[in-house]
């Protein structure tokens, strides 16, 4: 009897989405973790302070702004102060646990990067109650392989999303105070973690006034959450800003540090002439962005070229989908509309699109204000949500997921940045290799 | 109480505001009356808006205009000017003492907020602030009986000082029916467009010289200067407090407790926490409110004190607006205090709807 309650509950574990969310995380961590070495400096950091920085000092992408930039603040100085300071703060701790190198840059970063994977799982989950499309979200967010690049080195990103999702979760959870506190700590990530927050707010502000007949009671329902969010993240991250700002001595007042953040932000503009990838390219299959290299490393052998080291920047299939899934989201929220339904797992997903990846539309157009397409890197895990959403259901639009699926696993092996010399074999005898 | 009895304190107050700031005394104090004579549409005639910029709303602009044709010379044009405080002055106290007879509040507080209070005397004749309070409680008074004519009537103070916008929403919310609201808005927001787009049309540099100058100023008097301690800082002070404001007015606005003049109250005083610009006059604006509440606030006399305080220091200060001297301390005490007596009014309404209930 004892033999089969076991046998049950192990069954059962194995029906837990949750199971497989954690599996799919640490796998990822773990092909995180395996390529941190790659590449290795060859200069000491000593050399590796100041522009410009030489391909020795092993610095992938905007690395070479953050490394030199931490070195300097573990000598007391305040720098880079036109971002706050919680990534650097992260990749600080690694380099005190793990030294100057590699590991200590990016392992932080790395598992945040990871974690994201799990969180994106549970949020799916609660919106929509579907283990299947918690797995698959997760999934195809695992396998963006430009995410993966992006979150697997020492940048401000990684940790940024990871403590927007848990925010997000959260908020879902409504433990409105404990949202805000972790989205305080996302702010003091990355300031940009601004547009989730907001999004959030908006979708809050939506669904209220939909299920509210007064609109005063509504609002007055809203601004209860509003307070209790945004006040804690506030609290949060002025508390983060005045304690990098005291302790190192950059700004009289953490006020005075957001005014420094804010014209730093406001003064990127690009002129004519500039060569800008506006929002369109990061999403448009036909007119993409150039694949950007952020550290690659080539080698000929037998007349064959291909890279070692290939950290790129590039469009995935998931990205591709981004205009279907708005789309297609504008279209059930209208035909739930119309049945008298609120159309709750559409507007969070809207109003999340809308607010990472829309505002960067009138912020290039207009303002013109310098973009990039890894920005859109806070808008992938909802259109990995979404996406599987459209195609969930019937045998053939679900058979054409999983090969959309399997698409991205497809260009995640082909992209993916340190490859085994057997993969590289194998790939170059397809002619896949890159 | 008799109404006289009110009178024979406002108006001898009244004279003593007329003579510490004439510019006929070497030691005045200081009043913006006296240098609007230098300004064109005063000094040298020019009509306002058309001829010469003046930045503040239009009705503002013609009295200004009016009291130097009547004045000829700066005695004549701050005796002008001082008379026509004077009978919007009389039109205030009328005006607070008739809804104070309604709510039935002791009269007696109208002479302490009205006549007696430092600001009052420091404040009358000084800026446009009491024909701007006068226009707006006569508008309240007549809000249940003669809409119309209180929509025309907010409509004029918006157009002396714009300020009473953010009363609208609590004005409106005490007004039945959506076609009541709308025809109440469209009255009063219409005269003050109408009258700006005639304005503009004539010259088109009204907008950035009499409404959009403002924007350019730093902070004044504001207790945020406390996190904004350097003034290249003070734009992003300047969008902490719209969004400070945007908030605060928010939550009054939402607010279900209190009557016309206790929201009025809150609205205001919610507006001149925020704002990144109070000036000491403007606490003219809310001692009408403070006397229908029906009870002397125990900070209100610190204040008065603290807002009395920032123009007897503010021309020995020489930097005055810098974080650290002395009217700047004065306005952070005074930011205390009106904070206090803000949430005291809404503790006390909270508990007054407590007592209803049981």
Partial sequence: ?434 | MKRELIYSAAYPSFLLSYLIHHPGLRNRIYSDIVTFWFRPIAGRLKLPYIEAMFEYPPISGFLTYLAALIGGDIHGFYTAFSIIILIFYTILIESTYRIAAEKRVNEFLLIIFLALSPSMILYSVYNFDVIFSAILMSSLLLLKRRRSLSAILFGLAMLTKWANLIILPVALMLIEGWKNRIKYSMISLGSFISVNLILYLINPELMPETYLHHLEWGLENAWFIVFFPNNASWDTAKIFSFMLMGYGLLKVYLCKLGDLYEKSFMAYSVFLLTTYKFTPQMVVWILPFLALMNRIPWGYFMLEFANAGIILTWFDSPDPTRLGSLPQYLAILRAIILFYILVDVYLGLKRRRAHASA
């Avoid at chain 1, 060859?42 to 702004?65: Q, R, Y």
């Avoid at chain 1, 950290?311 to 990205?319: A, E, K, S, V």
């Avoid at chain 1, 109003?351 to 912020?363: C, E, K, Q, R, S």
Wanted: one cysteine or more.
């Fill in chain 1, 1 to 434: 009897m004892h033999r089969l309650r076991s046998i049950s509950g192990r069954k059962a574990f194995l029906k837990d989405h949750r199971f497989w969310l954690i599996i799919l995380t640490i796998g990822i961590a773990l092909m995180k973790l395996a390529i941190i070495p790659y590449p290795w400096p060859e200069l000491p950091p000593s050399k590796c302070m100041e522009s410009p920085l030489e391909t020795g000092c092993a610095l992938i992408f905007d690395e070479a702004h953050y490394i030199p930039a931490v070195r300097k603040m573990l000598k007391g100085l305040a720098v880079n102060n036109e971002h706050p300071p919680l990534s650097k703060a992260l990749m600080i701790l690694g380099i005190l646990i793990f030294g100057d190198n590699p590991y200590g840059w990016r392992t932080l970063i790395t598992l945040s990067g990871a974690l994201s994977i799990y969180l994106l799982g549970e949020i799916a989950y609660q919106l929509t109650g579907s283990k299947k499309l918690s797995l698959l979200a997760a999934s195809f967010f695992a396998f963006d392989i430009s995410s993966f690049n992006l979150s697997s080195i020492a940048m401000l990103d990684a940790p940024a999303l990871m403590f927007s999702l848990l925010s997000a979760l959260l908020f879902l959870r409504r433990r409105w105070i404990l949202s805000g506190l972790v989205m305080g700590l996302a702010l003091l990530s990355k300031t940009s973690s601004l547009f989730v927050l907001a999004a959030l707010l908006i979708y809050k502000l939506f669904e209220r006034a939909y299920h509210v007949d007064r609109i005063d009671d509504a609002l007055r329902k809203w601004v209860f959450i509003f307070e209790r969010v945004s006040f804690a993240a506030l609290a949060v991250m002025l508390a983060g800003l005045a304690i990098y700002d005291y302790s190192l001595n950059a700004y009289d007042t953490p006020f005075e540090h957001l005014d420094y953040i804010l014209n730093y932000h406001s003064s990127l503009t690009f002129k004519e002439g500039d060569i800008v990838y506006m929002p369109l390219t990061w999403t448009n299959p036909f007119d993409q962005f150039p694949r950007m290299p952020y550290y690659a490393v080539s080698i000929e052998v037998d007349g064959k070229k291909y890279h070692t080291i290939a950290y790129f920047g590039l469009q995935t299939p998931l990205w591709w989908m981004t205009w279907l899934v708005i789309g297609y989201q504008l279209y059930t929220a209208y035909l739930d509309l119309r049945d008298k339904r609120f159309p709750s797992f559409e507007l969070f997903t809207l109003t999340w699109i809308a607010a990472n990846y829309l505002i960067y539309f009138p912020l290039a157009h207009i303002v013109r204000r310098w973009v990039y397409p890894f920005y859109f890197y806070m808008t992938v895990p909802v259109i990995a949500l979404a996406f599987p959403r459209i195609l969930e259901g019937e045998r053939i639009s679900e058979l054409m997921l999983y090969i959309m699926l399997g698409a991205q696993v497809l260009w995640f092996i082909i992209w993916f940045p340190v490859k085994p010399q057997w993969l590289i074999d194998f790939l170059l005898t397809l002619n896949l290799a890159i």
